[in-house]
């Protein structure tokens, strides 16, 4: 897993490396320049004109450390420093003494015209990096303003200038298309909101202190291969059917049919020993063509589930796909809830009656999954003013189920109990559509089956779920990308996962 760290804790850690390794401040800002300009020399053309935009802080230091390693690759750069009410700090002055006479320096103080970067073709913007502690405004804002309005690639150094890190931010804020930030993923760039200012972002190694790293307590994560890896169980040579448990999914009603045979193809994907599918009629013939390897348990209704049989015999069930909300749906799933005291994953349909009948929400067991995607959980908890609040909603929401809830989208995040988050790292913009979540249904509920326990369950579930949607994208594309595409790729990401 990596850490993400907040702003506070990144500067200690710079303290930290600084002291332990030993490196001088500068030397260690140089390590920063050079990360950059390995990132970028192989991507960007040297016959492209760079302006980089440099604040007067220790990111602003960085853009002029880039500025003089890109002079040495060849590139055309022009520096603009903005000086606004910031006081310069050492690192920035000795990286501005070394490019005195060897570059041109444009300073910026008052005015700014909206079109100053139009000859550009490539923007470095190092005006604010997780030094920012209010929003921007003056000259800076404008400055920011011209940037955004420029037709050139923006690449921001660390952090896009004007966001917050680890908070909810306001004002000017540069809309970069790359971020190359040091050492950790910031909180904020796991937040849908601010993809409009992030753009792609990747994280470059300065080599910070790997003890000082280790020292560092933090409840946020972002999920590695590496990390899924190391909870994965690989399958013994003695194992059988037994081994990988017995779930039961409850799913699909008249007209949903669909979502059942996806969660249920990608339950036995995902490596389930035994499968029942709980079904009303007419899904009977549907479930036994479209997936001979589940047994099939008829609800006495024609369309909809109205009860569950006898629950004793599986160690899981998932429950919501393609359910419905009918009255005896909801008196089934309750009586699912008053009986069943192993995890439950629950998604979809039986997330929506959770939540217009709560009282059916303390009896939800423990360490159970829940999985809604935005809206579904704005109908569990409200409306929420930014993507920080939206997580502290769920881990609310964690807490007092004492159950994992998986808010899903880009980075889906995976809440548990103890207030840890961990953000998945896996999937891509193809997987937003139809059918994609009763997939991830069908997971889970396998995962669980197998004795994973419930956050590891997630943790796999998700990573496993977004890595098989990238094996689909790089083979076929992901404009074409469907459900069942993501179900059949399921093994080739277990196998690209298990590989040592
Ligand atoms: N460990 C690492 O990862 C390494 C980090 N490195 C780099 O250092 C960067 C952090 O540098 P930094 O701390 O000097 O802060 P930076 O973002 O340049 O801001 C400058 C100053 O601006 C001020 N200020 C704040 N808000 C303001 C506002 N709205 N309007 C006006 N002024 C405002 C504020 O001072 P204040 O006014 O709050 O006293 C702040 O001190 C980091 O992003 C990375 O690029 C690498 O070099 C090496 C290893
Ligand atoms: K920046």
Redesign the pocket.
């Known amino acids: 897993m990596l850490k993400i760290l907040d702003t506070k804790q990144?500067?200690t850690?710079?303290q930290f490396?600084i002291e332990k390794e030993p490196i001088a401040s500068i030397d260690?800002?140089e390590?920063?320049?050079r990360a950059f300009v390995n990132w970028f020399t192989p991507r960007i053309d040297a016959t492209k004109k760079i302006g980089i935009v440099c604040?007067?802080?220790?990111?602003?230091?960085?853009g002029l450390g880039i500025a003089r390693l890109l002079k040495d690759w060849g590139y055309p750069v022009t520096v603009y420093i903005v000086k606004?009410?910031?006081?310069e700090?050492e690192?920035f002055k000795v990286n501005h003494e070394r490019i005195q006479g060897e570059l041109k320096i444009i300073e910026i103080s008052n005015e700014v015209e909206l079109a100053l970067f139009e000859e550009f073709d490539i923007l470095i913007d190092?005006l604010?990096?997780?030094?920012?502690?209010?929003?921007?405004?003056g000259v800076?804002a404008k400055v920011i303003a011209a940037v955004n309005n420029a037709e050139a690639l923006t690449i921001s150094?660390?952090?896009p200038s004007g966001l917050m890190a680890d908070k909810p931010s306001t004002?000017e804020i540069v809309k970069a298309d790359f971020t190359i930030t040091?050492?950790f993923p910031k909180l904020a760039f796991l937040l849908p909101e601010n993809y409009k200012y992030t753009g792609e972002w990747s994280v470059v190694d300065?080599g910070?202190s790997k003890q000082g790293l280790r020292e560092s307590a933090t409840n946020n994560f972002y999920i590695t291969q590496k990390a899924v890896r190391r909870i994965l169980k690989p399958r013994s040579k003695f194992s059988h059917k037994g081994t990988f448990g017995h779930a039961l999914l409850i799913a699909g009603s008249y007209g949903k049919m669909g979502a059942c045979v996806l969660s249920s193809r990608a339950t036995l994907r995902a490596g389930v020993g035994l499968l029942t599918v709980h079904i009303p009629k007419c899904g009977y013939q549907i479930i036994q063509t479209a997936v001979p390897e589940a047994m099939a348990l008829v609800d006495d209704s024609e369309e909809i589930f109205t009860r569950p049989g006898d629950l004793s015999k599986y160690n899981v069930i998932g429950i919501g796909p393609g359910l419905g909300k009918e009255e005896p749906t909801i008196k089934a799933f309750a009586k699912v809830l008053e009986q069943f005291r192993k995890p439950l994953v629950i998604d979809a349909d039986a997330l929506n009656i959770l939540s217009s009948q709560r009282e059916l929400l303390h009896l939800i067991p423990e360490n159970s999954i829940l999985t809604p995607h935005p809206k579904e959980f704005e109908r569990l908890v409200g409306e929420w003013k930014n993507d920080f609040e939206r997580l502290e909603k769920q881990k609310q929401l964690a807490a007092s189920l004492k159950s994992i809830i998986i808010v899903k989208g880009a980075n889906s995040s995976v809440a548990t109990p103890e207030g840890q988050i961990y953000f998945n790292s896996s999937g891509n913009p193809g997987m937003a559509t139809g059918g994609t979540g009763d997939v991830l249904t069908g997971v889970l509920t396998s995962l669980v089956a197998q004795s994973y326990n419930s956050v590891e369950a997630a943790i796999i579930g998700v990573y496993l779920h977004g890595l098989s949607a990238d094996l689909v994208a790089q083979e076929r594309g992901m404009s074409g990308l469907i459900a069942s595409d993501v179900v059949d790729f399921l093994p080739l990401a277990y196998k690209k996962l298990l590989r040592a």
């Open positions: 990144i500067k850690l710079d490396t260690l800002m390590r920063a320049c604040g007067t802080g220790n990111n602003g230091g960085d606004g009410t910031g006081s700090t690192d190092a604010f990096g997780s030094g920012l502690s209010r929003p921007v405004e800076y150094v660390d952090v004002g040091f050492q300065i910070l």
